[in-house]
């Protein structure tokens, strides 16, 4: 092998230079498949692939942190750096061994995840990879050899078929009876710049604790660790920086049997980890991932069903990517979207302020906790491995120079990250408020309930020192909770001013946090002028996009306890050319107890299950409601559906269903009528607490001239599904007809479709020319995508082409010489079909033509019907390998669309969806 490696470095020049395309040895692990092996038109010498000296791509480089952040602020501009995300996702750290191989595992899953595991697309995915550059990263079993040495990454299971594929995991290291070798960053730069490599064609793996660095009889992996860590080091450096890649740190620090018989990852390996995680591991992440034994083989089952399992890893894994890839917050954003401040920092909201020292102290009380609050405030300050952190950063010189127990000290930073996704393991069985998180393709997580991330200081009414030592510690911190994917990152406004602009720029470029500036007065009472003051203050230029101002009072006979209220009302008007954000304001203490029922949003509060409270004069949020209830802050407002023959409808269940998961007082009914006007003349509609209500057929278009104002939405579709009522300044009733009924085809299909729409001429096909027909076509036109109209009365099809533009198929023969057929629209315009919407009657029993379900690229068959549950559409689509959308979906999310439009704030999401599903599922005779 010494040998072999003296080869290399004599050779390592002359190839780079001298071959015209080199194509270094890599390993891909294939979940659930073992790969035929293929010919390749590159240079061989092994198998098809031309091996790269495994140090090549260090040669004068080197690894420096300092350098590494530096890099990464130069690259910065105005842009998000993972908005409209399309590259390999990369997991870098250390397995606990070879045998756990925790890394991998985690990237075969996510990578299937990704594509919905969806069987046939992975291998319509490997297909292309042999078939590019890419062929040279297909790994394969050398059968002829049984040492250790040949040892790769290879899956626990192996079949053949590709039906059976499970993920792809791209490894940059590999071992085989040759020795070992490092993927070249030179490659993956050129497959992924050519679309090879995309988010959905498999998860880049940098195991620093691979096969490779374990010594066999045959192997002596000591010679060749150094280099080893340099390569894969250099690998990490271009990927990160250079091509932009998101990657994340999987922190694995398992804890050893405690019979001592196992050990599960070896004192080399941990001190290898120690070695490299301030040089590389961290530096070339973004976001990390902490694991302890869930990935340990042949562990008994947790003894408790709330312990964190493998399945809430690979969760936590999808959540954090999933918050990497949503579109980037902005500051006083209103309406809808997934990440919006002024829904998840909404009206009647509240967070939970735990204090316990430990989290697993709060699992007594989660279920009840998670039924009243809206996210959980993970205090940093008050945890016990907080001490554990201030302590190991001011003894940081005593602890490099102790290796040999490195295994024994405790971690705190890990602890703290690792305590955290605790908590959303424990609240995840209840966390029915939790709203819409899209993870990818057709997937929500509709689990995770968000987490307010604080590090509390001793002069803002928390225990963390703010000397100049513990700022910088602070804010070290809130980087950690920036690495968490945390959902608010609480940051306080009075500190240092350039780390406080580091942490606000590196978020805003990096990360989708979203920041919530705050400042707390303790012990002194402030002036009406200084308490505006602190909002702007807490704005923080602009990058906030909320602001939270606690004071104190030292009376209060002149109503004192609205100070902090009646700022926030004044602040958010005097600066009307900047955006609006929500403002918070409390009063500390027992005297500041009815400013939390003042406050409209975004309340902390504790609970009644709970031993003790956060903070003085803190309340429930039982107790804020019926305080809110009793002083007529929240009427109990009056909701229902507007239809005829709408016995069937599923409304006033998932409506009713999400005003009770989220406590409030309202009632939501049907209105069977035959005409519009019976209902405007009723009781419902003219009750001083009407809220709102839903409309369905036939009275879409009837209720237009009943109310005052029109969204744009609505104008252009020309129909009315949602009523909203608003006061104007005058208190007098404004009634708003807006239309949901396009976001509940849109949201679908975008998070299918992403960005694709724009790379080339696709269509959406639309069959049906009523008013569903025209929310489709609108929705078509915001995805970008061109629409092709086909109805039985051709002229209601050519209103929608006048209207929305687009062309109208006379019929969806595939023959190019018929006279506007379907087949002669795509020939013309050498586009393709990316999309199906029907709207036409579920009776009607329409079928696509063969030919539209016999090419390799499949449309999505979208049926906006949700009774029956599978039309003959969607039989005949599901049958071919289409990806569907059923009205089902549609349903819930136009509905997600009114709560949140009806309610200001954010939808139960997983509440209205369960509700959908369980009266649109088919029953067992139904099935028969």
């Known amino acids: 092998m010494t040998a072999l490696l003296a080869l290399y470095l004599t050779a390592a020049c002359t190839i780079s230079s001298c071959t015209a395309f080199v194509m270094p040895q890599a390993g891909i692990t294939v979940g659930g498949v073992a790969l035929a092996e293929e010919s390749s038109p590159f240079p061989s010498s092994s198998k098809g692939r031309q091996r790269l000296p495994f140090y090549s791509s260090i040669q004068s480089r080197s690894i420096s942190p300092l350098a590494a952040k530096s890099a990464k602020s130069s690259s910065d501009d105005d842009a998000h750096q993972y908005d409209n995300y399309d590259k390999p996702i990369v997991l870098i750290g250390l397995s606990s061994s070879p045998q756990n191989n925790e890394l991998q595992r985690l990237a075969l899953s996510l990578s299937g995840a990704m594509v919905g595991n969806n069987a046939q697309k992975m291998a319509s995915t490997l297909e292309i990879l042999e078939r590019s550059q890419g062929v040279g990263l297909l790994g394969d079993d050398d059968d002829d050899d049984d040492d250790d040495a040949t040892r790769n990454n290879a899956s626990a299971s192996s079949t053949t078929g590709r039906e059976a594929v499970s993920g792809i995991s791209l490894s940059a290291l590999g071992l085989d009876s040759e020795g070992p070798f490092v993927l070249d960053a030179a490659l993956i730069r050129e497959l992924v710049r050519e679309k090879t490599l995309t988010l959905t064609s498999g998860v880049i793996v940098l195991d620093f604790n691979h096969a490779a660095f374990h010594a066999t009889e045959n192997y002596k992996a000591e010679d060749f660790e150094v280099d080893l860590i340099r390569a894969l080091g250099s690998v990490a450096k271009v990927l990160y920086e250079e091509e932009g890649l998101l990657s994340v740190y999987v922190n694995v620090q398992p804890d050893d049997d405690s019979d001592g018989e196992d050990e599960v990852m070896s004192d080399e390996a941990r001190e290898r980890k120690s070695m490299i995680e301030k040089e590389v591991l961290i530096p070339f992440s973004d976001y990390e991932l902490c694991i302890k034994n869930e990935g340990v083989a042949k562990k ?194 009075a500190w240092d001013a350039q780390l406080t602009d580091k942490l606000l720029h590196q978020s805003k470029h990096r990360y989708t946090s979203l920041i919530l500036g705050s400042h707390h007065v303790v012990g002194e009472q402030v002036s009406m002028d200084t308490a505006v003051q602190l909002y702007r203050q807490c704005r923080m230029d602009n990058r906030a996009h909320g602001a939270k101002v606690v004071l104190s009072i030292t009376s209060n006979e002149n109503d004192e306890d609205q100070l902090a209220y009646k700022a926030s009302i004044a602040a958010s008007k005097i600066e009307e050319d900047v955006p609006k954000i929500p403002n918070i304001g409390l009063i500390l203490g027992e005297d500041g107890s009815y400013s939390r029922i003042l406050n409209p949003r975004f309340t902390p509060v504790t609970h009644e299950s709970l031993p003790s409270k956060a903070a003085p004069g803190q309340l429930t949020a039982a107790e804020i409601m019926a305080g809110r209830l009793l002083m007529g802050q929240i009427p109990s407002e009056r909701y229902a559906i507007l239809g005829h023959n709408i016995a069937y409808s599923v409304s006033p269940q998932m409506q009713g269903s999400a005003f009770v998961a989220v406590k409030l007082p309202h009632t939501y009914s049907r209105a069977d009528v035959e005409t519009v006007e019976e209902f405007v003349e009723g009781p419902i509609w003219n009750d001083d607490n009407f809220g709102g209500c839903s409309v369905t057929i036939p009275h ?42 396009w976001r509940g085809i849109y949201n679908p299909l975008q998070r299918r479709i992403g960005d694709d729409a724009a790379k080339s001429t696709q269509y959406a096909l639309i069959l049906g020319g009523g008013g569903t027909a025209r929310a489709a076509a609108y929705a078509a036109t915001k995805l970008g995508l061109e629409r092709i109209y086909f109805n039985r009365t051709p002229a209601k099809a050519m209103d929608l082409a006048k209207e929305f533009g687009g062309v109208v198929a006379s019929n969806l023969d595939k023959d190019p010489e018929s006279k506007d057929s379907l087949g002669a629209i795509l020939s013309q315009n050498n586009g393709s079909v990316k999309v199906v919407i029907s709207t036409l009657p579920a009776a009607a029993e329409f079928q696509l033509p063969e030919w539209m379900l016999d090419s390799n690229s499949l449309p999505i068959v979208f049926d906006v019907n949700y009774k029956p549950y599978n039309t003959a559409l969607l039989l005949q689509a599901t049958e071919k390998g289409c990806d569907v959308v059923r009205g089902s979906e549609m349903l819930w999310e136009q509905g997600v669309g009114q709560f949140e439009l009806w309610t200001g704030r954010k939808a139960p999401y997983g509440v209205m969806k369960k509700v959908v599903l369980e009266n649109c599922l088919p029953s067992d005779e139904e099935k028969k």
């Open 700 to 741: 879409k278009q009837n209720i237009i001239p009943h109310v005052d104002v029109l969204t744009d939405a609505a104008k252009e579709i020309g129909s009315v599904n949602t009523v909203i009522v608003k006061k104007d300044k005058f208190g007098t009733r404004v009634l708003i007809g807006e239309n949901t009924d």
């Open 300 to 493: 008994e089952a947790p003894s408790t069903s709330s312990a964190t399992t493998w399945s809430d890893t690979e969760w936590e894994l999808q959540r954090i990517i999933a918050r990497a890839l949503l579109p980037p917050p902005i500051v006083g954003a209103t309406g809808s979207g997934p990440n919006n401040a002024d829904l998840m920092m909404g009206l009647n909201t509240f967070f939970l302020s735990l204090s316990f020292p430990k989290v697993e102290d709060a699992s007594p009380y989660v279920e009840k906790m998670c039924q009243d609050v809206d996210s959980m405030e993970y205090r940093v300050d008050l945890l016990a491995a907080a001490k554990d952190y201030l302590a190991s950063n001011s003894n940081d010189d005593d602890s490099k120079d102790d290796d040999e127990n490195c295994k024994e000290k405790k971690d705190p930073r890990f602890d703290i990250l690792y305590q955290q996704q605790r908590l959303r393991v424990l609240c995840r069985p209840h966390a029915q408020r939790a709203p819409a998180l899209p993870f990818a393709g057709s997937t929500i997580i509709d689990d995770a309930l968000p987490i307010v991330y604080t590090v509390r200081t001793a002069h803002q009414a928390g225990t963390w020192p703010d000397d100049e030592a513990g700022i910088q510690q602070m804010f070290d911190l809130l980087e950690l909770g920036l690495r968490s994917a945390a959902e608010v990152l609480d940051v306080e406004s």
